[in-house]
């Protein structure tokens, strides 16, 4: 059953940005959550370097792994924001920055193996430069393995503008294994063989 709901959120306001913050973020497919909290950010990278999506006809093997999913962006999308979600190796400071997109929506990106989190996302400006982070509390990590691919799951993100604010957040986090992964296979039909996984249920498929 799709679960939806506004799970974490920048306002932009002058030098100030504000958030709400309401505990957990999905991992499991009964969860849905709200995050928010109110403080000026810190300053971040100048520019935001995102992951480059894999090629159609790219081969996974034992010395590397693939991510997917549906990363969204909402039909109101401010025009000419990013907003990525941040995909950060544990033990490690390596973070994957996943763009949410108007189309091709689902997409997939190499990554080393390993263990993960999600560990929130990064919103930007249409320069790409960073205009606020947010991380997910208490979101549980998971394996990455080689020679496999994995499922992280349906993400929609939202940028609006107002009079006197910007906001970007995430509406909504779903477990679409089934619909997701086909349309990954037929995208990428060099890696529709490989086992996958996914953070709700690490055994293949």
């Avoid at 992964?181 to 996984?197: G, I, M, Q």
Wanted: charged residues 20%; positive net charge.
């Amino acid at each position: 059953m799709p679960l939806v709901g506004r799970v974490d959120e920048i306002r932009s306001l002058g030098a100030a940005r504000s958030v709400k913050i309401l505990r957990k973020l999905l991992i499991y497919s009964s969860a849905v959550f709200l995050v928010s909290c109110t403080r000026v950010l810190p300053p971040l990278i100048s520019v935001a370097r995102f992951s480059p999506p894999v090629k159609q006809s790219f081969n996974v093997d034992t010395n590397g792994a693939v991510v997917y999913g549906r990363f969204a962006t909402g039909p109101d999308f401010a025009f000419g924001n990013e907003l990525a979600l941040r995909l950060c190796k544990d033990g490690s400071k390596r973070v994957y920055l996943i763009r949410c997109r108007d189309r091709d929506s689902v997409c997939a990106i190499a990554v080393e193996p390993g263990q993960y989190r999600i560990g929130g996302f990064l919103a930007t400006f249409m320069d790409h430069r960073p205009v606020g982070r947010r991380n997910f509390p208490d979101t549980g990590s998971f394996q990455v393995r080689s020679n496999s691919v994995t499922y992280l799951g349906d993400f929609t993100g939202y940028a609006k503008i107002g009079p006197m604010t910007q906001v970007w957040g995430v509406t909504g986090i779903t477990n679409n294994f089934t619909a997701t992964t086909d349309e990954f296979r037929l995208k990428y039909p060099n890696l529709a063989s490989a086992p996958v996984f996914s953070p709700f249920d690490q055994q293949p498929r």
